[in-house]
């Protein structure tokens, strides 16, 4: 089975894809890129498949490197994957900007 058809067969909804094109996404090749989407813009079930395909090592070892996380998805990794919010590169840039705005 080709990397294309196993994410198209792995119960990953198109949903979180919304602005690329699915069908192009190679499993290996996009993986981090996939994880981010999922977990940042998908539902409960895409979740679910997301670990049943990576499997929980596989996510623990990529997600870290993702650029952006939602808080709450931050969150939920860290609990899952028995991780602090500072393992992550999205988490440690975001520390390192400045405030916006000055009190």
């Known amino acids: 089975m080709s990397d294309f058809s196993k994410i198209q067969s792995s ?9 690329v094109d699915y069908d192009k996404l ?16 998908g539902l409960w079930s895409d979740y679910k498949a997301a670990f049943a395909l ?23 990794l860290c609990l899952i994957l028995e991780l ?10 975001t520390q390192s900007l400045p405030p916006l705005w000055n009190s």
């Open 11 to 19: 119960g990953i909804s198109k949903l979180p894809f919304w602005d």
């Open 26 to 41: 190679d499993l290996e090749r996009d993986s981090l890129f996939i994880l981010e989407k999922v977990f940042n813009y």
């Open 54 to 76: 990576f499997g929980h090592a596989r996510i623990r070892k990529e997600i870290i490197n993702a650029s952006f996380l939602k808080k709450e998805v931050l969150s939920f």
């Open 84 to 93: 602090k919010p500072t393992d992550f590169t999205c988490y440690t840039k």
